[in-house]
Structure formats: structure tokens, C-alpha cells
């Protein structure tokens, strides 16, 4: 089945050690997106690409980078995680960055740091 | 501002029951609006999505419906299962946005045997 997966599903790092999350998709979509949700609140989009444009969320702190090496596979490095990093990641992806596609949403990766 | 709330933040019902979400939104120019189902620790999974011209959509036992005047939509779950319980998140897509999504913070729902 056509599916984004994401992994490790849960991560464990200490504060300041440099950790990545794994996006991957089999939808063959155009873009990806990375979005960070902390307990009890909505999905906050940190950054997406349109093929290998990279397009930054203005608020989205230097901390947060992402890689995409191929159409299929999508990156978040954390440089230096802190406690406020403690949250799930999601990972969704998209035709097109037209508002009227679908976002198909991976099952996250939850990062807490120790 | 561009705003999406729902209420209530959250709702205990008993398995079998129906029950009824709601979404009100401050989003413009206006795209469409989802219905996603969050599992606890899982990715949002979607429902639901309704156009300006559409004025209600069912999938299986959930029917949203949207009223596009008053900006208003809703979930209704009938025959509610514990499968059932979850966060249910509507989300507002602004047109021409390049896919920016405007997120309410999700309605929790727990189903009791």
C-alpha cells in the first residue's frame, strides 16, 4: 500500500546531541512537509518542500533543518534538541501545494529529550 | 486573523451513542475544511473534505457539514464505537496559501463501554 512512514516512531536524545528523524513515501508526491505537535495543541508546520525548493516557516527556529535527498525521502535534523523540543513529529505529504490536495500524514516520530 | 475553533475541547459518551463536533473558523479566502481522526501517539488520519459548495459529506458513520455563510461545520458520529475514541481535529485550508493549513487544537473523544 502507498503509505509515509516515518521512523524511528519514538526517539530518545539528550539535550544538545544532534538527532534525525526518517520521513519516507511510496505516494510519489511532490511535496513534503514536517510539522511539530506538542501535547494537547494543533500540528505546527516548521518547514515543507515543493520537490527540492525548501520553503521555511518564518518562526521556525535555526535549530530545525531538513534534507531531501530524493523525491521519496525527507529529513528533520534537531542541532542541538532542547527540553522544549519534547514533542511528535509529523511528517505529510502532498500532490501539490495547491490548498485543495490532500495531506496524507505519516504515523510521527516521538522525540522526547532527557 | 486566520483562526479555527472547535469545541467541546473534549467529550466522554457512552459506546452506541451519537454526538455531534463542532468547528467554527475565521479563515480567508476560504479553500476547503477537513475532518481529520488522531489516534493517541499516531498521525492525523482523514475523514472528511468539503469545498465551499459542499454542504455536507459522510464517510461510513461520520457526516460533517459545513455552512459556508455562517462558517460553521460539524461532526457527526453515529452509533459511536470504542474504536471511536480519539482527537478530532478540523483543519481550514486558505486558498492560494502554497498549502498552509490553519489547525484547530481538536476535540477529544472518549467512548465508554
Known amino acids: 500500500d502507498a503509505m509515509v512512514i516515518q521512523n524511528p516512531r519514538y526517539q530518545v536524545t539528550q539535550f544538545g546531541k544532534p538527532v534525525t528523524l526518517s520521513c519516507s513515501q511510496t505516494?510519489?508526491?511532490?511535496?513534503m512537509y514536517w510539522y511539530q505537535q506538542k501535547s494537547s495543541q494543533a500540528p505546527k508546520l516548521l518547514f515543507h518542500y515543493y520537490d527540492k525548493d525548501f520553503n521555511n516557516e518564518a518562526d521556525t527556529p535555526d535549530n530545525f533543518q531538513s534534507r531531501r535527498p530524493n523525491t521519496s525521502f525527507c529529513f528533520l535534523d534537531i542541532r542541538s534538541p532542547g527540553l522544549g523540543d519534547a514533542a511528535m513529529y509529523l511528517c505529510?505529504?502532498?500532490?501539490?501545494?495547491?490548498?485543495?490536495?490532500?495531506?496524507?500524514f505519516g504515523p510521527g516520530t516521538r522525540l522526547t529529550v532527557t | 486573523k486566520n483562526q479555527v475553533e472547535q469545541s467541546p475541547q473534549s467529550l466522554i459518551i457512552l459506546e452506541g451513542k451519537n454526538c455531534t463536533l463542532q468547528c467554527n473558523y475565521t479563515v480567508s479566502p476560504f479553500s476547503n475544511l477537513r475532518w481529520y481522526k488522531q489516534d493517541t501517539g499516531r498521525g492525523p488520519v482523514s475523514l472528511t473534505i468539503?469545498?465551499?459548495?459542499?454542504n455536507t459529506k459522510s464517510n461510513g458513520r461520520y457526516t460533517a457539514t459545513l455552512d459556508a455563510d455562517t462558517k460553521q461545520s460539524s461532526l457527526h458520529i453515529t452509533a459511536s464505537q470504542l474504536s471511536d475514541s480519539a482527537s478530532y481535529i478540523c483543519v481550514v485550508s486558505v486558498r492560494g496559501s502554497q498549502g498552509n493549513l490553519i489547525f484547530g487544537k481538536g476535540t477529544k473523544l472518549s467512548v465508554k463501554p
Open positions: 505516494l510519489n508526491h511532490n511535496v
Open positions: 468539503m469545498t465551499f459548495s459542499e
Open positions: 505529510a505529504t502532498s500532490r501539490s501545494r495547491d490548498s485543495s490536495y490532500e495531506q496524507y
